[in-house]
């Protein structure tokens, strides 16, 4: 009796299911297809032209810590001004990473993200941001001309969003423990290191670049020269200097306070870090230094883009001019920890020395950061004999390599 | 409105109305009566939950567009087929099924004795109080416990310091931690079962084996045990399923490792790979699927 309940539950099951398959079979037939598998087809969507009255209320996906309205700490509020002044009520959606960023986007509901390279490409492609019309943001004059047109902010030489902050990603070190003071990202890839079980590595497949950037000069023979634009070869190297590097590590690192804590207790003595974790681990008290090493670093840098179906696009776009302008972008800068996007940021920061601390009008420094991008099929640094791996290919490398 | 329906006059009023017949039919028809009324919890039981479940195994049959990232719906083996060739995949889910049986096993060995001396050792009256601190610590969230341990844990932790004196040290973060947190946070889950079926034992039983010149060695091992068998299974199938599913513990005291729920994890949150999610997902299922079916065989079912 038992079992033929089960089974007739079973059947049900299996029923609904299928139906639902049958429905969404019919519903994506045109959309899946549209994108070609490699190729980098722009869809076409128009640019705001002019600006209009504001429409009372913008919808943003954000970045913790980028939209703080005082409710975590209410010296903290650059979003009551804004309301203000503007009149657009702000609802923030807040995102944990770049692949939710992209899903909620594609949901249509929000009117702005701010989107890491590593999203903004997706983002575009698949016609869910539109260009930006950066005649619209006056604050854009004032933005730093190393963060302008770039590969994760424009396509083609049409911008798709307004830069809101950078930083690299750094090499820390217990300096008790850790000597002599290391210069190089071989000290976090050498196999006879004697601080093995005590490495931390970054804990995304978007760190298969940091191992890449390294061979870029240990192993120049490969060719790399973008670390987002590797080749099946090249991507074999990184994979296997991984996971080498895997038999080093103490722990993979995704969740700041982690990292602080284990540094602070010695768990970890060396391995890559931001800066604003470095900052938090010596106001614990912890010895630790930060360097950016001889080879250069990754990095990242957040884009301001403004979705192609937005239902408030005046309300997004000033917005946009409002997270720029200088007195703002001083204030994410200082409360996130990176470098502001806006030159003149650095005459409003509560600390005077942040921008320094942050390298933030150091263009000798940043020109050795390659910002997170997403890989994709077609090779970012230009080849077209070849085909370069993709995300999606990065990810189940990223499982292998921790085993 | 309502008024007719409820006096019920014979006739007095001129239609005896839609509800005072539906009334009379559901009296006559008493399966009618009843599979009306499951039928809203049923139906949430098969489209939520078992709906879910299904949707999951669809899934798994799909794939992802490699550029835009959305979903493919035509049917494919590509996702087994990766699961069965890496062999990364069979040594995930080989050592999350090690962490399973490891937490279980522990449980077993310290909840059986607990749960004993709480049904029959201890007094009456205190029983209660025993309970309460073995709830207790189901009162507080989840993080912070596991947070707790990774503080215990550090180097020159309060582990590193207890175990000095006897030469050891912290096991540092890694698997061992893994399965040493694993087994604190659902310890009370098995204690529960084992007590309540300890509790149900008379202890009439153990007094005629007594009388009847076993010793307490036999009569653990031919009275008491095999009577709380299925609860034990009932214990153990809450500490397997939950150490077989767990992602987070692994992620804030597991070091550099990395078990099933991380794999599935990693690919709904860093790739956006939902079907391959999905494929990984069905592998715990079948594994449970599997402990279960053997579990109804000892009666085990019964006891949850």
Known sequence: MWSTRMALAAAATLAIGLTAAACGDGGSGGRASGAGQGGFT???????????????????????????????????????????QTGCKVNTKVAGT????????????????????????????????AP?????????????????????????????????????NLLMWRSDKVKPAPDSWGAVFDANSPYKGAITAYDSPIYIAD?????????????????????????????????????????????????????????????????????????????VKVTLPKEGSTGWSDTWMVAAKAKHPNCAYKWLDWIVSPKVNAQVAEWFGEAPANAKACEETADEHFCDTFHATDEN?????????????????????????DYSKWTQAWTTIKG | MTAPALTGGEGARPAPGVRRRAAALLHRRPR???????????????????????????????????????????FTLANFRTLLDEPVYRTVALRSLGVAVAVTLIDTAIGFPMALYMAKVARPRHRPYLMIAILAPLWAAYLVKAYAWRVMLQQGGLLDEALKPLGLGSPGYGLTATVLVLSYLWLPYMILPVYTGLERLPDSLLDAAGDLGARPLRTFRTVLLPLVFPSLVAGSIFTFSLSL???????????????????????????????????????????????????????ALREL
């Not at chain 1, 930006?132 to 049409?158: E, H, I, Q, R």
Request: glycine share 10%.
């Open chain 2, 32 to 74: 009618l009566r009843l599979s009306l009324l499951l039928s809203a919890p049923l139906a949430w039981l098969v489209v939520v939950y078992l709906g879910a479940l299904a949707a999951i195994f669809l899934t798994a049959f799909w794939s992802t567009d490699v550029f835009t990232g959305e979903v493919v719906r035509r």
């Open chain 1, 132 to 168: 930006v019309n950066t005649g619209l943001v006056p604050n854009y004059a004032d933005v730093f001309a190393g963060l302008k047109m770039k590969p994760w902010n424009s396509v083609n030489g049409v911008s798709y969003g307004i830069p809101h902050g950078r930083g690299a």
């Open chain 2, 245 to 299: 599913g767990d992602y987070i513990t692994v992620k804030i005291v597991g070091g550099s490792q990395q078990l099933l729920g991380n794999v599935v994890y990693d690919n709904i949150g860093a790739a956006n790979n939902l079907p391959f999610a999905a494929a990984v997902a069905t592998i715990p299922v079948v594994v449970m699927l599997g402990y279960l079916a053997a579990a109804r065989r000892t009666g």
């Open chain 1, 42 to 84: 722009v869809p076409k969507i128009p640019m705001q032209q002019s600006l209009g009255a504001g429409e009372g209320e913008v919808d943003l996906v954000a970045w913790a810590g980028y939209a703080e309205d005082g409710s975590n700490d209410p010296k903290v509020d650059w979003v009551t001004p804004f309301e203000k």
């Open chain 1, 211 to 287: 191992a890449a950037l390294y061979l870029m000069s240990a192993k120049p023979e490969l060719g790399i020269k973008d670390p987002y634009a590797l080749d099946q070869k090249q991507f074999d190297a990184a994979v296997q200097l991984l996971k080498a590097q895997r038999g080093l590590i103490g722990e993979y690192w995704s969740d700041y306070t982690k990292e602080v804590q284990a540094f602070k207790s010695g768990d970890s003595v060396l391995g890559t870090t931001w800066q604003v974790i470095a900052n938090l681990a010596e106001a614990e008290k912890a010895p």
């Open chain 1, 98 to 129: 770049s692949d939710e960023m992209v899903t909620l986007m594609k949901t249509g509901e929000y009117d702005a993200v701010s989107a890491s390279g590593d999203a903004s490409l997706r983002l575009i492609a698949s016609g869910t941001v």
């Open chain 1, 365 to 389: 420094y940043f020109s050795k950061v390659h910002f997170w991008t997403t890989p994709i099929a077609q090779c970012l640094d230009g080849r077209t004999d070849v085909k370069c791996v």
